[in-house]
C-alpha cells in the first residue's frame, strides 16, 4: 500500500481530521412508493427480456445526492465540511438551504447551462429499490480536481459516487498529494469495471461499501473479501437491519442497527451512516463508537421520507444513543465545536 498510516492504537485514532472535503453527487430525489412486492413480478427464467412497469401511489421530489447528504448529516453532528461537486442552474435554493445547516459549498460548482442530477427511485413494500440517476450536471465533475477549487491541502477526503471518470481522478490525485482518502464507490459499483474498481479505491485509507455491493466488486475486481480485508486499514461492510461490520486491520467489530419507530423510507440511511462514521473519526473516537454512532445517523433517515427531512440537537442525540448504548462519556465531545479550519 502507498500509505502507511501511523495514527491508529487499538482501534482509537491518535489524531484528528479537521479540514474534511466531500466529494460525489449533489442531486434531486424523487422517491415513489410501489403499494407491492418486486419480487413478486419477477420471473426467474424470464430475467434476461424483462419489461415491467409499476404504478406507485405518490411521489415526492428532495434534495439529495450522495455528498450532499453526507455533509447535511455531519453538519447535524456538529462537523463543517466542504462539499465538492457539480451543479446545474437550479441550485441557489439548494445552496442556501445547505449553508443554513452548516455545509461549506464554497467548492462546489454551477453549470448554467444545464439542470442539477436528478435521482428517481422506487421503493416497495419490503424497501427493496429500483433506482435510476440522471447525471446532469454531475457530468462536469470531471473538470474539477480538489486542487482547482481549494487552496489548501484538506486533511481527509470521501470520494463518493460521482461522475466516473471524476471519481478516478480525485483518487489519483489523492494518491499523487499523499492526501488520506475514503473511497466509497457503493451506487457507482454497477457503472465500473474491475480496473476502474481498483483505480478508485487503490491506496484508501478506507473502504465502505454496503455487503451486496461487496460481492459485486469481489466479482468484477476478482478479489475476495479477504483479500479487502488485507487492502484496507479499515474496511466497512453495512448489512443493513443488521448494522455493519467494520474490519480494522483484519481484525472485525460487529456494530448493530439502532432500533427505528418506523421505517418510512430508506433511501440516505446508508449516506447518514458514513457522516456518523465520519463525524467519530473526526473525533478520534474508537472505530466500535463511530460505527454505533453511525448507526444512530441512518435510523433518523429511515423514519422520514426524504435525505435531509429530518433533525435531531445534539443533545437530543446523545441522550437516544444513551437509551441503547454506552460510549463511556465520549459523546459529550459533540457539544463542543470542533475547530475545522473552514
Known amino acids: 500500500m502507498w500509505y502507511t498510516p501511523q495514527c491508529i492504537l487499538t482501534g482509537q485514532l491518535r489524531n484528528t481530521f479537521m479540514d474534511i472535503i466531500i466529494t460525489g453527487s449533489i442531486a434531486y430525489d424523487y422517491?415513489?412508493?410501489?403499494?407491492?412486492?418486486?419480487?413478486?413480478?419477477?420471473?426467474?427464467?424470464?430475467?434476461?427480456?424483462?419489461?415491467?412497469?409499476?404504478?406507485?401511489?405518490?411521489?415526492?421530489?428532495?434534495?439529495?445526492?450522495?455528498?450532499?447528504?453526507?455533509?447535511?448529516?455531519?453538519?447535524?453532528?456538529?462537523?463543517?465540511?466542504?462539499?465538492?461537486?457539480?451543479?446545474?442552474?437550479?441550485?441557489?435554493?439548494?445552496?442556501?438551504?445547505?449553508?443554513?445547516?452548516?455545509?461549506?459549498?464554497?467548492?462546489?460548482?454551477?453549470?448554467?447551462?444545464?439542470?442539477?442530477?436528478?435521482?428517481?427511485?422506487?421503493?416497495?413494500?419490503?424497501?427493496?429499490?429500483?433506482?435510476?440517476?440522471?447525471?446532469?450536471?454531475?457530468?462536469?465533475?470531471?473538470?474539477?480536481?480538489?486542487?482547482?477549487?481549494?487552496?489548501?491541502?484538506p486533511d481527509m477526503v470521501i470520494i463518493s459516487p460521482n461522475d466516473p471518470a471524476a471519481m478516478v481522478q480525485l483518487a489519483q490525485e489523492c494518491r499523487t498529494?499523499?492526501?488520506?482518502?475514503?473511497?466509497?464507490?457503493?451506487q457507482q459499483i454497477p457503472r465500473f469495471d474491475g480496473a476502474q474498481l481498483r483505480a478508485t479505491t487503490e491506496g484508501a485509507y478506507a473502504l465502505i461499501v454496503n455487503a451486496y455491493e461487496t460481492e459485486v466488486m469481489c466479482k468484477k475486481t476478482g478479489q475476495s473479501v479477504e483479500d479487502l480485508r488485507r487492502q484496507f486499514e479499515v474496511l466497512v461492510i453495512t448489512q443493513g437491519a443488521r448494522?455493519?461490520?467494520?474490519?480494522?486491520?483484519?481484525?472485525?467489530?460487529?456494530?448493530?442497527?439502532?432500533?427505528?419507530?418506523?421505517?418510512?423510507?430508506?433511501?440516505?440511511?446508508?449516506?447518514?451512516?458514513?457522516?456518523g462514521f465520519l463525524r467519530g473519526i473526526a473525533s478520534g473516537w474508537p472505530l466500535h463508537l463511530c460505527g454505533l454512532v453511525g448507526s444512530l445517523c441512518a435510523s433518523y433517515v429511515l423514519e422520514h421520507v426524504g435525505t435531509q427531512y429530518h433533525s435531531f440537537t445534539l443533545p437530543e442525540f446523545i441522550t437516544r444513543f444513551r437509551e441503547y448504548a454506552d460510549d463511556e462519556g465520549l459523546l459529550d465531545s459533540l457539544l463542543v465545536p470542533l475547530s475545522t479550519g473552514i
Do not use: C
Open 31 to 153: 422517491l415513489m412508493r410501489f403499494p407491492g412486492r418486486f419480487t413478486d413480478h419477477l420471473i426467474g427464467d424470464q430475467l434476461h427480456q424483462i419489461s415491467l412497469s409499476f404504478l406507485v401511489d405518490d411521489m415526492t421530489k428532495h434534495w439529495g445526492g450522495v455528498a450532499a447528504n453526507i455533509a447535511f448529516n455531519a453538519a447535524l453532528l456538529g462537523l463543517k465540511t466542504h462539499l465538492l461537486g457539480t451543479v446545474g442552474r437550479d441550485f441557489p435554493d439548494y445552496r442556501q438551504w445547505l449553508e443554513s445547516v452548516g455545509v461549506d459549498t464554497s467548492t462546489v460548482r454551477q453549470i448554467d447551462e444545464v439542470f442539477t442530477a436528478s435521482f428517481f427511485v422506487n421503493t416497495d413494500l419490503d424497501n427493496n429499490q429500483i433506482a435510476s440517476f440522471y447525471t446532469g450536471a454531475m457530468a462536469y465533475a470531471r473538470n474539477f480536481a480538489i486542487a482547482d477549487v481549494y487552496e489548501r491541502e
Open 243 to 275: 448494522g455493519a461490520h467494520i474490519y480494522h486491520h483484519g481484525e472485525l467489530t460487529e456494530v448493530p442497527a439502532f432500533p427505528v419507530d418506523e421505517i418510512r423510507d430508506p433511501t440516505g440511511a446508508g449516506d447518514a451512516f458514513r457522516a
Open 177 to 186: 498529494r499523499g492526501i488520506r482518502f475514503i473511497a466509497d464507490p457503493s
